[in-house]
């Protein structure tokens, strides 16, 4: 007889709730928080953007740690981890490109312009687009972990390089609003705190996200080895 | 190895091809100032560029009823006039950054998009707005 397992683990279930908490007050603030002298209420979408695209930063280089890590250990949990990483930050990713286009259609004119920041954050999507298509097309399990993560560790060089681009080259695209380089805060106060609480629910929402499909991953990969 | 994930490959390489050679190989620079136009003016002539600068103080003239927008870009060294036809966004005023792309029609630059930059500056409308100033930038930006 089959052994009846948990849903989940206690930690993922804190992380779940935690983060869906900061979520909810992350909306409240970014809700609360004044209009730009510019922009208007406009500006808010900051607080969806920002936090998606950095969400996709930190999944790809969670997926380049977990790559680097198969290779060095080989442990095929480590290669589902890697892979789980990328189907999360192509999700966010997608989220912050729509938001920017959403964004740019009132304030820059365009809904999209072929300038650094977003060609490549448009090249750093198709990249792990890539990776998920390699994945599904090689059927040998160490092969497959093996080509991802030379995939995975290649395809994060572009993270720095996307988010550099509005500082290395001539963009339409502001540059960074939190400088994560130079530490300059180009905000006032009750927007910083809508922005920062709404950072840390995403990222810890990836967190809780990464250990679900990780599970998921394990048991679906039992269930394969027992069939 | 299944045609679909063949196909689906030759997609993607494709489509990074198409990004980082034409995407990304063309804008690098993605636009040009007024100075470095007129250091190299030949090389513009009638072909499409993106000109960026700041719109001058005083130069914008707007008509509604043609919709016919002329001002002049400048990088505080060298000025252009530009034509453009259509309403301008809404976050277009003087001093704004801005980038038109189009082409130089002898000494003006027509306009087929104008876009606008717009800062990583961050400010609460404070002290010096007043109740209808407020009320025009939230219905502006609507």
Do not use: C
Request: proline share 4%.
């Amino acid at each position: 007889m089959q052994k009846i397992q948990k849903p989940g683990d206690l930690v993922t279930t804190l992380l779940v709730g935690l983060g869906l908490t900061l979520l909810a007050v992350g909306f409240y603030f970014a809700l609360a928080a004044p209009p730009d002298a510019n922009q208007g209420y406009l500006a808010r979408i900051m607080y969806l953007h920002v936090p998606s695209a950095w969400v996709g930063y930190l999944a790809f280089f969670s997926a380049l740690l977990y790559s680097a890590a198969y290779l060095i250990w080989r442990r095929p949990g480590l290669d589902r981890m890697a892979a789980a990483s990328v189907e999360i930050g192509l999700v966010f990713l997608g989220l912050a490109l729509v938001t920017g286009m959403l964004w740019a259609r009132p304030t820059w004119g365009v809904y999209w312009t072929w300038e650094p920041r977003l060609t490549t954050t448009a090249i750093l999507f198709a990249v792990y687009v890539g990776y998920l298509v390699l994945r599904s097309a090689i059927e040998d399990p160490d092969l497959r972990a093996k080509a991802s993560a030379a995939v995975g560790i290649l395809g994060a060089i572009n993270v720095p390089i996307s988010y550099m681009s509005v500082k290395w080259w001539r963009s339409l695209h502001q540059t960074q609003s939190l400088d994560l380089t130079t530490g300059k805060v180009h905000m006032d106060g009750a927007m910083v705190l809508a922005l920062l609480v709404n950072l840390a629910a995403f990222s810890i929402l990836f967190l809780a996200l990464l250990r679900l499909r990780g599970l998921l991953e394990k048991r679906g990969g039992k269930l394969v080895s027992e069939a | 190895m299944k045609p679909k994930h063949l196909f689906g490959i030759v997609v993607v390489v494709a489509a990074l091809g198409y990004l980082i050679f034409g995407g990304l190989g063309r804008n690098l620079v993605y636009f040009i100032t007024p100075s470095e136009y007129f250091q190299d003016q030949a090389r513009y002539q009638s072909r499409l560029v993106r000109l960026g600068g700041l719109v001058k103080a005083g130069s914008v003239q707007y008509n509604k009823e043609t919709l016919a927008l002329r001002f002049v870009i400048t990088d505080g060294v060298r000025e252009i006039p530009v034509s453009h036809s259509g309403t301008p966004p809404a976050l277009f005023k003087e001093n704004q950054g801005v980038v038109v792309e189009g082409r130089f029609n002898g000494e003006e630059f027509k306009g087929q998009e104008l876009l606008v930059k717009h800062s990583e500056d961050y400010k609460a409308p404070g002290a010096g707005y007043s109740p209808e100033q407020l009320k025009k930038i939230i219905q502006e930006t609507k």
